[in-house]
């Protein structure tokens, strides 16, 4: 759904060639990190914008799993839900000095208060903002991987969880540096948003005239920190 206005989605229209980011931008901006609940997109959206923006993608379950060799769900059982959030940490961690990715966080990895400092450390701190009742229609579909969900029977059980940790992560989500509303986006609007936004988001001034074309919020306060490139061949140098 697009809900700008004929004047601005031409307006939009005509920066799209762009944000075709070039190489120069994706090393200037380094890492866009991405938050929001469970089901906002952050791995599905991930995936698109680390190719569009010709960054490694790096996915916090999928790395998890690979590092592990078990589920997700299996781990949550083993370890119980601290054991994850530490392994969590451990790859924030390991980022450290990790430059040209787009990494989709967990939606809970921003539980532990001194993650957002690390996350703020690696790059845009991205918050992709989906409607609750969308993000439940999406999880009961796959709660099975979603062990936080695995004693939800009905979409009601689903909906009642969703505001429960909603409530609880509301304020660690809006720490970020953008929040995007993903339900007034396609992906294809998502993409040239987040684009947009990277190359203005070293002009405050520009980026709040980028803020009211897309009717998103950018903080002003979190500044972007200038760091020494270091671009890891793969993701197994990490
Ligand atoms: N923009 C979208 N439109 C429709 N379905 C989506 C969209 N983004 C994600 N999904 C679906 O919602 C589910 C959760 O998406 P996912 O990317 O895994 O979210 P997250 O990583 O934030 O938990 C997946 O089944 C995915 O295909
Ligand atoms: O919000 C959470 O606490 C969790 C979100 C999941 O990732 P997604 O946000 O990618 O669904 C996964 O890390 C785990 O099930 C816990
Ligand atoms: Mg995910």
Known sequence: MFILGCKQAHMLESFTERTIMTKYWAKKFKNIILTGMPGSGKTAF??????????????????????????????FEIEGEDGFRNLEEKILHKLERRHNFVIAMGGGTLLKPDNLNYARRLGLIVTLKTPLEIISKRIFEIKETRPLFINCKTIEDVQEKVNILWDERKDAYEQSDVVIETAYNSIDTLKMHLSLIERRADNREYMQEVYNIINKKLKQSNRWVEKDEVIPEKISDL
Do not use: N, P, W
């Not at 190719?51 to 490694?56: F, G, K, M, P």
């Open 46 to 75: 991930g995936k698109i914008y680390a190719h569009v923006s010709e960054r490694l993608f790096l996915d916090f379950d999928a790395f998890i799993e690979s590092t592990t060799k078990k589920s997700i769900t299996q781990l």
